[in-house]
């Protein structure tokens, strides 16, 4: 009986009950973007947190502003990489590159298709099933990955020397374990290289995608197998590497004398380089972030003044109105008190379809922030939490109003008698 009171009197207000739905919903909708723009404030440095611990401060980006395919940067690239080698340490010097292949022996293995299949469900990567990805990494980046290995034996700095022509050892993550099988060699169609299996490693691993790893999320690399950077010194090869360039600096360089130094390196095979460390990529997402955070949050609290208001002063008038309604349910034997429960019931009733609203709205307006992570990937338990708490605070604070004109109706007001 209650409820259905409630909705009798929504009704009689249908108009103005729907526009505060959708008003409340699109106040929810800026609220959870600058939520999950806060929340994303110090995400960038909790993943490299996460797989990096505080080594991620050590770690610095070398760009070329100048690259291209020619011969004549990939010349110059291999001198300044030659160089660097020599001044750092080869093992300082890093970079990775995610690339796909297939291998002859795998191309018509139904429980590898099946396998892949059911790993790029819903990608485009779909109508290739018999395609695997390959992550080349260098030493020095294998080295940060803490690749554990569950059989077999873990990739060695020699491994990472290229030969001509040499069997090129490769690490399997132990989820295709039983169809690929240890020590078997495999033959690639991307460069036509042998590659021999030589350990699984755990299924949980995690690393960058690609040349931007504070802008962008980890992946997993449980589909995946991970085999040495050693590539031929040709133009387009040595573009590909230049996009993933890190230097590791273990030693203790100063921050000023790494920059300094490389830069100039780098000027003396007129190369255009810009060094960075991921430190300072953090902290200028950080700063470029903050601004547009504050006005998201600026607006969210405008939207959330002006909803509750504007739901305070509807029920607030619409108790003006029905006064003598009222003063018949009290004659009637309504309490103050079924007055005031009608008038919540009025008010969280509202906020069920604007819920309800909102969450699909952000399935459906889900975009990716400045740093590659979408609202949905944010979108947890955590949010929804907080979206109801939201709702019910706001509740309590728009029913303020109109509770306070019931407590202070005079009984003169209710049976319609004049001062």
């Known amino acids: 009986m209650l409820i259905k009171t409630i909705l009798k009197g929504l009704f ?9 739905i959708i008003q409340v919903a699109i106040t929810v909708i800026i609220l959870v973007y600058s939520y999950d723009s806060i929340r994303m404030l110090d995400y960038p440095q909790k993943q490299m947190e996460s797989v990096l611990g505080n080594e991620y401060k050590n770690i610095y980006q070398i760009s070329f502003n100048n690259s291209s395919d020619s011969q004549q940067f990939a010349d110059s690239f291999s001198k300044l990489d030659d160089n660097l080698c020599k001044y750092l340490g080869s093992s300082n010097i890093g970079s990775y590159h995610l690339t796909n292949t297939e291998y002859d022996e795998l191309s018509n293995n139904n429980k590898f298709k099946n396998l892949r299949l059911k790993f790029t469900k819903g990608t485009f990567k779909e109508q290739y ?3 695997i990805e390959l992550y080349t990494v260098d030493y020095s980046i294998y080295k940060k990955m803490n690749v554990q290995i ?14 001509n022509n ?6 399997v993550s132990e989820v295709y374990k039983g169809i ?25 691993l995690k690393w960058f995608e690609n040349s931007y790893p504070v802008y962008n999320k980890l992946i997993s690399l449980n589909d995946k197998i991970i085999t040495p950077y050693i590539i031929e010194k040709s133009g387009l090869n040595q573009v590909i590497k230049s996009q993933s360039y890190f230097f590791i600096n273990d030693k203790g360089i100063s921050d000023s004398n790494v920059k300094s130094n490389i830069c100039t390196l780098g ?28 006005i998201t949050t600026l607006i969210a609290v405008f939207f959330t003044i002006v909803s509750c208001l504007g739901l305070s002063l509807i ?27 009608l008038i919540i019931g009025e008010i969280i009733t509202l906020m069920i379809p604007a819920f309800l609203i909102s969450l699909i709205a952000l399935y459906k307006l889900r975009g990716e922030s400045s740093i ?3 609202t949905m990937q944010l979108f947890d338990l955590n949010t929804t939490a907080f979206i109801i708490i939201f709702l019910l605070v706001f509740s309590i604070l728009s029913s303020i109003l109109p509770l306070r004109k019931i407590s202070k109706l005079s009984p003169k007001e209710l049976i319609g008698g004049k001062e």
């Open 129 to 131: 099933p018999s395609s």
């Open 315 to 341: 029920m607030y008038y619409s108790i003006n109105s029905k006064k003598s309604e009222i003063g018949i349910r009290i004659v009637c034997g309504g309490s103050t008190k079924y007055i005031k429960t």
């Open 267 to 294: 000027r003396k095979f007129n190369l255009d380089i810009e060094c960075t460390s991921l430190n300072d990529q953090i902290q200028q997402i950080r700063t470029m972030n903050k601004q547009g955070i504050f």
């Open 166 to 171: 040499s069997v090129i050892p490769m690490v």
């Open 12 to 20: 009689k207000k249908k108009l103005s009950s729907i526009l505060i």
């Open 372 to 374: 590659g992570i979408s």
């Open 150 to 163: 569950k059989d077999g034996q873990a990739l060695k700095e020699e491994d990472f020397i290229y030969k």
């Open 180 to 204: 690929i099988n240890l020590n078997q060699i495999y033959t690639s169609r991307l460069d036509n290289r042998k590659y021999k299996v030589v350990g699984f490693f755990n299924d949980n």
